[in-house]
């Protein structure tokens, strides 16, 4: 048993002089500050972390200000298409979902996923019919579509579709990539982690990125750590990137500090890789890196203070 708990959120890298079409600085602190705190509490209740990332996660899709539930960016129909997934540190069970449509909270169907089948990922319809099987909460598309994701969509197609762009993405990092997530260290000593995203403005032929893929944008194990990455998805999703991360406390015996440092000079060694990551070790240190100019993020490192990155 622990005596402290530990708690990480993040809501996206990228230059974040350009969040203004989001929100402002001060609508980011307040909605960071009121979400780390409500995790917090759960947390001193002695919460599972597992159950601190889901709600945590949860509470940012519920937030317009960010591209996951609501809010999330529009594929290349104008529609929004979300991928989430969570796991456990204590038995590495993991859920996910990909490609899934007007799901209220895409981390709570990916929780289901982990609780209630034997599986780890579903996708597409499969999915859908799996969250109307458990009665999950699915709302209108109205709900999900925000006028600054409408303007963002049409200046993307105008742009000629760049947003897919592998050259023109790595030629333009002042994009911001929005995806979120949680990482927990609860008072028994577990740790868990929760991605959510909307993924890629004008996204293509059912394209996914790395949030739902366990090992890439998300990773927990109790002797390690636990890891939610943002960032450009298939540079992620190459490097297997969380899983580096957890191989290098492993490997290495390294603090979460440097461990996320030593992921992204790994990322971009080896990719050129945009974005970022948020890791607690299993000692509950915090740490965070990011080859963006920017990150949103922030912490409580065993109990004490919280604590923000919003550029
Ligand atoms: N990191 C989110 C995505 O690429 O979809």
Redesign the pocket.
């Given at each position: 048993m622990s005596n402290h708990y530990s708690l990480m959120i993040h809501g996206g890298a990228g230059a974040l002089q350009h969040i203004q079409a989001e929100g402002s600085e001060e609508d980011f602190a307040q909605s960071m500050y009121g979400i780390l705190e409500q995790g917090r509490l759960k947390l001193q209740q002695g919460a599972p972390a597992l159950d601190v990332v889901e709600h945590c996660v949860s509470l940012l899709e519920d937030d317009p200000l960010y591209?996951a539930g609501r809010g999330s960016v529009l594929n290349e129909y104008g529609e929004v298409e979300m991928?989430a997934a969570i796991m456990d540190g204590q038995d590495l069970a993991a859920g996910s979902v990909a490609g899934i449509k007007n799901i209220k909270n895409p981390i709570s169907l990916a929780r289901l996923v982990l609780k209630k089948s034997e599986h780890v990922m579903l996708i597409g319809h499969g999915a859908m019919e799996f969250a109307e099987l458990w009665g999950v909460e699915c709302l209108p598309d109205d709900y999900f579509i925000i006028e600054s994701r409408i303007k963002q969509f049409q200046e993307a197609e105008k742009a000629g579709k760049m947003m897919l762009d592998h050259e023109d993405i790595e030629q333009e990092p002042q994009r911001k990539?929005?995806?979120v997530g949680a990482t927990a260290f609860d008072l028994e000593g577990n740790l868990a982690a929760a991605?959510s995203?909307?993924?890629?403005v004008n996204?293509r032929w059912g394209?996914?990125?790395?949030?739902p893929i366990i090992g890439a944008?998300v990773f927990a194990d109790n002797d390690t750590c636990a890891v939610s990455?943002?960032?450009?998805?298939?540079q992620?999703m190459r490097t297997v990137l969380a899983k580096m991360i957890s191989d290098c406390i492993h490997f290495q015996s390294l603090a979460a500090p440097q461990a996320a440092q030593a992921g992204i000079e790994y990322l971009v060694a080896k990719v050129k890789g945009l974005?970022g990551v948020i890791v607690i070790d299993a000692k509950g240190r915090c740490g965070a890196g990011h080859s963006t100019s920017g990150m949103i993020y922030g912490w409580i490192e065993h109990g004490g203070e919280s604590h923000f990155q919003l550029t």
């Amino acid at each position: 048993m622990s005596n402290h708990y530990s708690l990480m959120i993040h809501g996206g890298a990228g230059a974040l002089q350009h969040i203004q079409a989001e929100g402002s600085e001060e609508d980011f602190a307040q909605s960071m500050y009121g979400i780390l705190e409500q995790g917090r509490l759960k947390l001193q209740q002695g919460a599972p972390a597992l159950d601190v990332v889901e709600h945590c996660v949860s509470l940012l899709e519920d937030d317009p200000l960010y591209n996951a539930g609501r809010g999330s960016v529009l594929n290349e129909y104008g529609e929004v298409e979300m991928d989430a997934a969570i796991m456990d540190g204590q038995d590495l069970a993991a859920g996910s979902v990909a490609g899934i449509k007007n799901i209220k909270n895409p981390i709570s169907l990916a929780r289901l996923v982990l609780k209630k089948s034997e599986h780890v990922m579903l996708i597409g319809h499969g999915a859908m019919e799996f969250a109307e099987l458990w009665g999950v909460e699915c709302l209108p598309d109205d709900y999900f579509i925000i006028e600054s994701r409408i303007k963002q969509f049409q200046e993307a197609e105008k742009a000629g579709k760049m947003m897919l762009d592998h050259e023109d993405i790595e030629q333009e990092p002042q994009r911001k990539f929005g995806t979120v997530g949680a990482t927990a260290f609860d008072l028994e000593g577990n740790l868990a982690a929760a991605t959510s995203t909307g993924g890629i403005v004008n996204k293509r032929w059912g394209r996914v990125g790395d949030s739902p893929i366990i090992g890439a944008g998300v990773f927990a194990d109790n002797d390690t750590c636990a890891v939610s990455a943002t960032g450009y998805g298939e540079q992620f999703m190459r490097t297997v990137l969380a899983k580096m991360i957890s191989d290098c406390i492993h490997f290495q015996s390294l603090a979460a500090p440097q461990a996320a440092q030593a992921g992204i000079e790994y990322l971009v060694a080896k990719v050129k890789g945009l974005g970022g990551v948020i890791v607690i070790d299993a000692k509950g240190r915090c740490g965070a890196g990011h080859s963006t100019s920017g990150m949103i993020y922030g912490w409580i490192e065993h109990g004490g203070e919280s604590h923000f990155q919003l550029t």
